[in-house]
């Protein structure tokens, strides 16, 4: 039998407010327009996961501005919750937009993993989806991961498909995490993220097809190296059959599997069981895995047990 993974995971939000007004964007609020989820509500329903099979807790978040006098208090939010996850025994992963340098090296000392996706490297972006939201700077981004390296930080990335960009520029994103890659070798896991259109966003083109989706993810298995996992959100993928086709190309993940995909509300993922009989029946076991890959688990554990104790 072939083997397919998955993250057992929940999703906290530390705020949704954002700064940037990314148009496929279905999360945001505006800034100052959402209360924080506070340290008491994030232990009430962390203290609901234990005994569950959850190891993961996905921290996503909207961005306060760099320059903003509340970046320092975000920050602290985002390690406290990271902090409180890691000592009732779970294994943070957190995407919480671009960092300083100095901000990913104090939130790596309370996550198992973290993320950031690329988007697409295409610039030209900033002048439709990307307008309003500097975050999504393609030499930016780019620059994340190479931190990330630089720190060894165990890294999820990928590229969000449908947003305007060519086929070619699907490539040349893929390359430039290559390339990274080449140079550090932290990025475990390339998300290869079909745009679904939610209630809230405002972006409309949506031209990508399935046989789009199946000719990236051909690409994407030749540009990149071996130790990089991809991974597709099978909620995102409304069809079995090419579910299945994506799978037969090398697609070895599912990410994680949360009760609500905070960044896609409007689909929710199938029940477990359902999910692994479908790929059951056509020859693929579905196994949980940490948000971290076992070529990490030594340098991670030793890193992050000093914080449990
Ligand atoms: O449920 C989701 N999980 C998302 N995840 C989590 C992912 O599915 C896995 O749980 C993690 O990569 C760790 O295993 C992301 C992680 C990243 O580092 C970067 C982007 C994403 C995006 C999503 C997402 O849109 N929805
Ligand atoms: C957390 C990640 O979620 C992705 N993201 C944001 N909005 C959408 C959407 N409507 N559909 C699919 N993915 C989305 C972006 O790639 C972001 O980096
Ligand atoms: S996608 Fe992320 S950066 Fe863009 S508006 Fe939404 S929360 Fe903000």
Redesign the pocket.
């Known amino acids: 039998m072939r083997l397919v993974t998955y993250s057992p995971a929940f999703t906290l939000v530390p705020t949704y407010e954002c700064f940037n007004r990314?148009s496929?964007?279905?999360?945001r609020t505006d800034p100052k327009q959402d209360l924080w989820l506070t340290l008491d509500k994030a232990r009430e329903i962390l203290t609901s996961l234990q005994g569950k099979e959850v190891t993961e807790i996905l921290i996503?978040s909207g961005e306060v501005h760099p320059q903003s006098n509340r970046r320092k208090d975000w920050l602290k939010r985002i390690y406290d919750i990271a902090h409180l996850a890691l000592s009732m025994g779970f294994f943070p992963h957190s995407?919480v937009g671009p960092l300083s340098y100095e901000e990913m090296a104090l939130l790596k000392t309370v996550n198992a993993s973290m993320g950031l996706?690329v988007?697409q490297v295409n610039p030209s972006l900033l002048d439709t989806v990307h307008r309003f939201a500097p975050s999504k700077v393609p030499q930016l981004r780019l620059q994340q991961l190479e931190w990330a390296g630089m720190l060894q930080i165990p890294f999820t990335t990928?590229i969000?498909l449908g947003i305007g960009e060519s086929s070619f520029d699907r490539m040349e994103s893929i390359r430039a995490i290559a390339l990274i890659q080449e140079k550090y070798g932290h990025i475990q896991e390339v998300i290869l993220?079909?745009?679904?259109?939610?209630s809230k966003?405002s972006y409309l083109q949506n031209n990508f097809n399935n046989l789009d989706l199946l000719e990236t993810i051909n690409n994407a298995k030749k540009i990149l190296p071996n130790n990089i996992t991809v991974q597709i959100p099978p909620n995102?993928i409304q069809d079995e059959k090419v579910l299945i086709q994506c799978l037969e190309l090398g697609v070895r993940d599912l990410g994680g599997i949360v009760p609500k995909d905070e960044?896609?509300p409007n689909y929710s993922h199938d029940n477990l069981t359902d999910l692994k009989n479908t790929l059951l029946n056509h020859g693929w076991i579905l196994k949980p895995r940490l948000p971290v890959y076992p070529q990490y688990y030594q340098e991670t554990f030793s890193r992050l047990k000093i914080l449990c104790n």
């Open positions: 990314c496929y964007c279905n999360f996503l995407n996706m988007e990928g969000l993220q079909p745009y679904s259109k939610g966003d995102l960044v896609n």
